[in-house]
T-cell receptor
């Protein structure tokens, strides 16, 4: 693997904010994806970052720092339906295949 | 538009049996992939294909085979099932190999080898 690290589990309250961090090796980096996966379902695309900075899409935002090999996914105004696993995936130069982290299971409580 | 379709959704095999997991996509994507997902381990690439007639090994190819006779279909074959192959299998496709190209996943096959 490509040593993509993210926390195993996070718990938050409905309406709150949660930040999921992801770190990866910087050599050959060519883009980072976040996918959402509900239990028993397929992963679905959330966001893509290749340049430094914040990409905002409604309640979800994704940040990237290429020099630090670091990204986070920010989930705002949490809803019960946001309970899912969030997968960080990295594409490296000359290797169009995605390498996935183990995923972070987010549990939203009322 | 069906996207990526996988069959079956569930299967139980005995050790040593063989089976084929079917995957088809109707988006005319050139790139197709097979991943397995084990608890706490993330998605691991088994095999991939960049077009009809072309396949290559991923991270964990042992015990599996694939073929890609058409753009649409990318079946995964298990010849001698082993307990270590108990997993959830996902087929995926993408349009190009450009950096920003996202994957479209099938709904998965849960396989148990007993």
């Amino acid at each position: 693997g490509q040593n993509i690290d993210q926390p195993t589990e996070m718990t938050a309250t409905e309406g709150a904010i949660v930040q999921i961090n992801c770190t990866y090796q910087t050599s050959g980096f060519n883009g980072l994806f976040w996918y959402q996966q509900h239990a028993g379902e397929a992963p679905t695309f959330l966001s893509y970052n290749v340049l430094d900075g914040l990409e905002e899409k409604g309640r979800f935002s994704s940040f990237l720092s290429r020099s630090k090999g670091y990204s986070y996914l920010l989930l705002k105004e949490l809803q019960m339906k946001d309970s899912a696993s969030y997968l960080c995936a990295v594409r490296f130069i000359n290797d169009y295949k995605l390498s996935f982290g183990a995923g972070t299971t987010v549990t939203v409580r009322a | 538009n069906a996207g990526v379709t996988q069959t079956p959704k569930f299967r139980i095999l005995k050790i040593g049996q063989s089976m084929t997991l079917q995957c088809t996509q109707d988006m005319n994507h050139n790139y197709m992939y097979w991943y397995r997902q084990d608890p706490g381990m993330g998605l691991k690439l088994i095999y991939y294909s960049v077009g009809a007639g072309i396949t290559d090994k991923g991270e964990v190819p042992n015990g599996y085979n694939v073929s890609r006779s058409t753009t649409e279909d990318f079946p995964l074959r298990l010849e001698l099932a082993a307990p270590s192959q108990t997993s959830v299998y996902f087929c995926a496709s993408s349009d190009t190999d450009r950096g920003e190209e996202k994957l479209f996943f099938g709904s998965g096959t849960q396989l148990s080898v007993l």
